[in-house]
């Protein structure tokens, strides 16, 4: 979503630590905000606050910074403080990889330059994130089959999450350079010999292409799941 006119991370961030004051250590943007991909339409404008103390932060005055963030079309802000950062790095490997590739720093020092992963937390990691978006994707698509439009919107909207994980497929086998999001779908199928098209046709929806939107969307999205199950057979054995 795009901000309110005028209402920037940067803004937000000075309003937050006129709240916090020495609490807030600092400020970081971090996703397609932080590069050159961001989409006002499609993309979220991501921060990271870094804190000393925890406790201290929730308070009614800053519920009204954030509230004020999130009605301007926000997600709210994740707020951490440096040893949960250093003791999450294993539980959250493809988040703390993809913060690190892609970020800004705000103000403060930058909180990413110490956070260190492996690769058998990040090959468990996007496994289990396929399997559950997987289920999450099939249970849904129960509820709209036969409902053309709504089983578009679901392409659309589910399909973003699986390119952030196959970017970190691609991670894991040890591409280099990682192809921007719109790009990872393409990338996977060259390196995991899978079928993607239904990706190339949820692109074209995207782009209102009115043949696509006019086609029967349950056999693209009969591919479309058998696309992400045989990636996630495929990372069983990386």
């Known amino acids: 979503m795009a ?6 991370a940067e803004s937000f961030a000075n309003e937050v630590r006129k709240r916090w004051g020495r609490n807030l250590l600092g400020a970081v943007v971090f996703g397609s905000a932080a590069g050159d991909d961001y989409d006002p339409k499609w993309s979220d404008i991501n921060l990271l606050l870094v804190v000393k103390d925890m406790e201290a932060t929730g308070t009614p005055a800053t519920a009204r910074a954030f509230h004020k963030w999130t009605r301007a079309g926000n997600p709210p802000p994740l707020v951490m403080d440096p040893d949960f950062i250093r003791r ?3 539980a ?3 988040e703390w990889l993809d913060m690190k590739e892609k970020h800004r720093v705000i103000f403060g020092r930058d909180p990413l330059k110490t956070v260190r992963t492996d690769r058998k937390s990040l ?13 999450r994707l099939q249970g849904k698509h129960r509820q709209v089959a036969g409902k053309p439009g709504e089983v578009r919107e679901l392409m659309i909207l589910s399909s973003s999450t699986f390119l952030v994980l196959f970017r970190a497929c691609l991670r894991l086998v040890g591409a280099r350079p990682l192809p921007p999001k719109d790009g990872a779908a393409k990338a996977v199928a060259a390196r995991l010999k899978v079928d993607a098209s239904a990706f190339g046709f949820i692109e074209r929806l995207k782009a209102r292409d009115q043949e696509a939107r006019a086609a029967d969307p349950e ?3 009969i591919r479309y799941l058998k696309c992400l ?3 996630i057979r495929r990372t069983e054995t990386l």
């Open 92 to 94: 959250f490997p493809i």
């Open 3 to 8: 901000l309110t006119m005028g209402y920037t």
């Open 123 to 135: 090959r468990l990691e996007i496994e289990r994130e396929l399997k559950v978006n997987l289920l």
């Open 219 to 221: 056999p693209w999205m």
């Open 229 to 231: 199950r045989s990636v």
């Open 88 to 90: 999450s790095a294993d």
